[in-house]
């Protein structure tokens, strides 16, 4: 026959054993987890899991530790915790108790999000070819008409004069754009060569055409 000092004794034993068993975690959700700059919740599910127990998330060498209020929705067997994963990789989660019991570290892995599509880069203007080719010196201002491609609206047209002067045109000092042809008046009293290159707004620059002046 027990005695009740005895059942006693084994009920502080069972409790004192209860209160030994360290947490375990079983599962973390999403899995795997998607890289991303946004917080993001994650679910652990697991058991022992005490009041007041700590969460420490190790990656690339970096901990973050949840607490009090950061914890959500515990109870003995889940909980939940906002964090930001950004990189891909593995990380670590471990649970820590008030009472000193620790999980074994649980290995989240984090993937990369979708690949991102290249902004493709503005193409840069080409000149075909300037009409005329061949002009008067002169005090009237004269046209010249670009031809080529991937010419866009707010170009500039740079224009160096047969000294090395360099004069660049733009705004409404270009008579019209589109995406094939330039137009400019400009006036050209030195004889001669001028090299004139277009540059897009974005800074690509075309090749350089020549106009000789007589």
Request: aromatic content about 4%; proline content about 9%.
């Given at each position: 026959m027990?005695?009740?000092?005895?059942?006693?004794?084994t009920v502080i034993l069972a409790s004192l054993l209860m209160a030994a068993e360290p947490p375990r975690v079983t599962s973390v959700s999403p899995s795997p987890i998607v890289a991303s700059p946004k917080p993001q919740v994650l679910k652990v599910t697991g058991t022992g899991f005490a009041p007041g127990l700590i969460v420490e998330v190790t990656?690339?060498?970096?901990?973050?530790?949840?607490?009090?209020?950061?914890?959500?929705?515990?109870?003995?067997?889940?909980?939940?915790i906002a964090m930001m994963l950004a990189q891909p990789g593995e990380a670590t989660l471990v649970v820590r108790n008030t009472d000193g019991g620790v999980s074994d570290p649980f290995v989240l892995r984090v993937d990369a999000g979708p690949a991102q599509k290249p902004v493709p880069s503005p193409l840069s203007p080409s000149i075909d070819r300037v009409l005329p080719d061949k002009a008067t010196k002169g005090s009237v201002p004269q046209v010249l008409t670009f031809s080529g491609n991937n010419f866009a609206q707010g170009l500039s047209v740079s224009m160096t004069d047969p000294t090395g002067n360099?004069?660049?045109?733009k705004g409404t000092a270009i008579d019209s754009v589109t995406r094939e042809t330039v137009k400019i008046s400009v006036v050209l009293?030195?004889?001669?060569?001028?090299?004139?290159?277009?540059?897009?707004?974005?800074?690509q620059s075309s090749n350089s055409v020549t106009v000789i002046v007589s």
């Amino acid at each position: 026959m027990r005695t009740l000092s005895s059942v006693f004794t084994t009920v502080i034993l069972a409790s004192l054993l209860m209160a030994a068993e360290p947490p375990r975690v079983t599962s973390v959700s999403p899995s795997p987890i998607v890289a991303s700059p946004k917080p993001q919740v994650l679910k652990v599910t697991g058991t022992g899991f005490a009041p007041g127990l700590i969460v420490e998330v190790t990656m690339l060498g970096n901990t973050e530790t949840f607490s009090g209020a950061a914890i959500r929705g515990q109870a003995s067997t889940t909980f939940e915790i906002a964090m930001m994963l950004a990189q891909p990789g593995e990380a670590t989660l471990v649970v820590r108790n008030t009472d000193g019991g620790v999980s074994d570290p649980f290995v989240l892995r984090v993937d990369a999000g979708p690949a991102q599509k290249p902004v493709p880069s503005p193409l840069s203007p080409s000149i075909d070819r300037v009409l005329p080719d061949k002009a008067t010196k002169g005090s009237v201002p004269q046209v010249l008409t670009f031809s080529g491609n991937n010419f866009a609206q707010g170009l500039s047209v740079s224009m160096t004069d047969p000294t090395g002067n360099v004069t660049v045109l733009k705004g409404t000092a270009i008579d019209s754009v589109t995406r094939e042809t330039v137009k400019i008046s400009v006036v050209l009293d030195i004889t001669g060569e001028y090299t004139f290159l277009i540059t897009n707004p974005p800074g690509q620059s075309s090749n350089s055409v020549t106009v000789i002046v007589s």
